[in-house]
């Protein structure tokens, strides 16, 4: 079993940056792939980035490529989505989520965290 509690979440003129953090209760957090999502109002939940277990690979929606990064640290149990350039069409509420498949769906993953939200003002 895995908890996952994000945090950093907050409002930011376009332009700015943000760094996400995504706290995991249980041994097991550094064996899943790690994910994160977000969901504006109105829409579906969309993947944004995805790392796997040792943090040697990343993937990432082309509509962050480049401006966002996701990272961990399984010592501390630990996730992170930095995410600079920020536009007004990052505004949604960002969850970290974590499974032993993972990939670019919510299907590849086991563990959700309750969200942080995100607003970027124009």
């Known amino acids: 079993q895995v908890q996952l509690v994000e945090s950093g979440g907050g409002l930011v003129q376009a332009g700015g940056s943000l760094r996400l953090s995504c706290a995991a209760s249980g041994r097991t957090f550094s064996s899943y792939a790690m994910g994160w999502f977000r969901q504006a109002p109105g829409k579906e939940r969309e993947f944004v980035a995805t790392?796997?277990?040792?943090?040697?690979?990343?993937y990432y929606a082309d509509s962050v490529k480049g401006r966002f990064t996701i990272s961990r640290d399984n010592a501390k149990n630990m996730g992170y989505l930095q995410m600079n350039s920020l536009k007004p069409d990052d505004t949604g509420v960002y969850y970290c989520?974590?499974?032993?498949?993972?990939?670019?769906?919510?299907?590849?993953?086991?563990?959700w965290g309750q969200g942080t939200q995100v607003t970027v003002s124009s």
């Open positions: 790392i796997n277990w040792s943090g040697t690979r990343t």
């Open positions: 989520a974590a499974g032993q498949y993972g990939g670019r769906t919510s299907s590849g993953y086991d563990y």
